[in-house]
């Protein structure tokens, strides 16, 4: 069984049970930046296209989304008003309602639960995973956010969001550009087998960009990685690729 990072795209494809994943998906992010001043249209009818234009191309019959496909928690330093942020979050179910209708007519949606998923149900052809991830033969997936379960961690591979990674590299003029990437990663055997003591110690960690690229990233190779995994996630000896396949080499080289 295998996990297939999509080329030129922020999705995995399972074939052996003809799934694609996708994670963060932030529904409702441009409101936050609309309180901020930066009018950014709505881009959820764009990221639904991609999503349904993913799944016909590959006859997907499951969509698994790691976590966080919408936004709003609670009204932050950023929001100015308890008006504007209930305006935003109006607009959000409204998004996020269209957004899941419309895909659940093209496949089943597995969720596991992201850190802004809060209030979330399991509903018609849409089934809510806890925050601890799911398995489906040997592949486990997870947010981040959380600790997996054990029995994740017995599998060949972890696929998980939350980071939403990216490379930050400094050209010889002193100009700074970031990249979404792919991290693929092994973990750090001691506190690895620590912490999940009847785990595989040569799982496999593969770490997904962003689906929406409004998303702000980590810069791995200058940041690490968040969430309670980041001290057992070997990833200063990670890989990361660009969303075109390009291998960036070891991420410890990348400082």
Same mark, same amino acid.
């Given at each position: 069984?295998?996990?297939?990072?999509?080329?030129?795209?922020?999705?995995?494809?399972?074939?052996?049970?003809?799934?694609?994943?996708?994670?963060?998906? &932030?529904?409702?992010? =441009?409101?936050?930046?609309?309180?901020?001043?930066?009018? +950014?249209?709505?881009?959820?009818?764009?990221?639904?296209? !991609?999503?349904?234009?993913? @799944?016909?191309?590959?006859?997907?019959?499951?969509?698994?989304?790691?976590?966080?496909? #919408?936004?709003?928690? *609670?009204?932050?330093?950023?929001? #100015?008003?308890?008006?504007?942020?209930?305006?935003?979050?109006?607009? %959000?179910?409204?998004?996020?309602?269209?957004?899941?209708?419309?895909?659940?007519?093209?496949?089943?949606?597995?969720?596991?639960?992201?850190?802004?998923?809060?209030?979330?149900? *399991?509903?018609? /052809?849409?089934?809510?995973?806890?925050?601890?991830?799911?398995?489906?033969?040997?592949?486990?997936?997870? &947010?981040? &956010?959380?600790?997996?379960?054990? %029995?994740?961690?017995?599998?060949?591979?972890?696929?998980?969001?939350?980071? &939403?990674?990216?490379?930050?590299?400094?050209?010889?003029?002193?100009?700074? *550009?970031?990249?979404? @990437?792919?991290?693929?990663?092994?973990?750090?055997?001691?506190?690895?087998?620590?912490?999940?003591?009847?785990?595989?110690? /040569?799982?496999?960690?593969?770490?997904?960009?962003?689906?929406?690229?409004?998303?702000?990233?980590?810069?791995?190779?200058?940041?690490?990685?968040?969430?309670?995994?980041?001290?057992?996630?070997?990833? =200063?000896?990670?890989?990361?690729?660009?969303?075109?396949? *390009?291998?960036?080499? !070891? +991420?410890?080289?990348?400082?």
């Amino acid at each position: 069984m295998t996990a297939l990072p999509l080329y030129e795209e922020r999705a995995i494809y399972v074939p052996s049970t003809k799934t694609v994943v996708i994670s963060d998906v &932030h529904i409702g992010i =441009e409101y936050e930046f609309s309180s901020m001043g930066a009018n +950014i249209p709505s881009q959820t009818e764009s990221m639904l296209k !991609r999503c349904i234009g993913i @799944c016909d191309e590959k006859k997907a019959e499951k969509l698994i989304i790691l976590g966080d496909v #919408k936004h709003a928690i *609670t009204p932050s330093g950023a929001i #100015k008003d308890e008006r504007s942020y209930m305006d935003a979050l109006s607009r %959000e179910r409204k998004d996020l309602k269209f957004f899941l209708e419309s895909l659940s007519e093209v496949v089943d949606i597995s969720l596991v639960k992201g850190n802004h998923d809060g209030g979330l149900r *399991t509903g018609k /052809n849409f089934y809510v995973h806890p925050s601890h991830g799911t398995i489906i033969e040997e592949i486990g997936f997870v &947010h981040g &956010h959380a600790w997996p379960s054990e %029995e994740l961690m017995k599998g060949k591979i972890l696929v998980m969001g939350h980071v &939403h990674p990216v490379v930050r590299i400094k050209d010889s003029f002193g100009y700074v *550009t970031s990249k979404p @990437c792919w991290v693929r990663a092994t973990m750090k055997k001691e506190p690895f087998l620590k912490k999940y003591s009847s785990a595989n110690e /040569n799982m496999e960690v593969i770490i997904m960009p962003s689906f929406n690229p409004l998303c702000g990233g980590m810069a791995v190779n200058t940041e690490g990685i968040m969430g309670p995994m980041k001290n057992i996630v070997d990833i =200063e000896n990670a890989n990361a690729y660009l969303l075109n396949g *390009t291998n960036l080499g !070891r +991420i410890g080289s990348l400082h």
